[in-house]
């Protein structure tokens, strides 16, 4: 159990996070930030399906995404598909990127393309600058993906007894509904979603397809040793080339 990171009140009586270094001057976005950034809370479940997240803006954004069909009162419709937005602008992008398969962002180190600038930000801070902001509380651990970070303390600091979402095919079990229901689409159903726009390749994570494509289109070596200049594609061959060379 972690402690909630004190304040530390400037002349405009603001909200410091001094784990981090987040402010704002509402109470109620500090506390939100700690529960969801530091304490891993999913206090926001979607009516529609098991998924649970620490912030508004999450839910609506995954009811956007997953359960549109249910909102027909959203005027502009893809003519392609089942989806509607709000506002014409949100339909342009989203026939740009699903439809068309646009990647307008492009990153200046590599081939590497993006749909959005946040997706292009977070490829340059991870793969080029090695960036790796998500750390644990619990462990050494640290990665540059969020996701990582959360499929990590799921499966290593998560008592079998705290993982509520069990499956019913297998011994499976997790904290979060989300993950449980990514376990059964590949696992059981063998659904692969993730479709590659350069070859047939098709993954049943988005992870499994950024590594595709890391891998294999964009030749990619993230992996970098703190020891020399060795790098390489995978995290096996990194580990493997430290304990074979720098080793004592």
Known sequence: VHMVPQTESSGLENFKCSE????????????????????????????DCSYATG???????HKSLIHVELKPT?????????????????????KNIVHLGLKSFKCGDC????????????????????????????????????????????AKHTQ???RAYKCSDCEYATMRGSYLDQH?????????PYKCGECEYAGGRPSNLQQHRNLVHLKLRSYKCNDCEYAADRRSYLRQHQTAIHAK
Request: charged share 30%; proline share 2%; glycine share 4%.
């Open 55 to 61: 912030r508004t803006s999450n839910l609506k954004r």
């Open 74 to 94: 959203k005027p502009f419709k893809c003519s392609e598909c089942k989806y509607s937005a709000v506002q014409k602008s949100n339909l342009e992008e989203h």
């Open 184 to 192: 059964r689409n590949t696992v059981h159903l063998g659904l692969k």
């Open 111 to 154: 081939k590497y393309a993006a749909a959005r600038p946040s997706h292009l930000e977070k490829h340059k801070k991870t793969v080029h600058l090695g960036e790796r902001a998500h750390k644990c509380f619990d462990c050494q651990f640290v990665t540059g993906l969020k996701t990582d970070l959360m499929r990590h303390q799921s």
């Open 160 to 162: 079998q007894n705290d």
């Open 20 to 47: 981090c270094g987040y402010e704002t001057l509402k109470h109620s976005n500090y506390k939100t930030h700690i529960e969801s950034v530091h304490l891993q809370k999913e206090s926001f479940k979607c009516s």
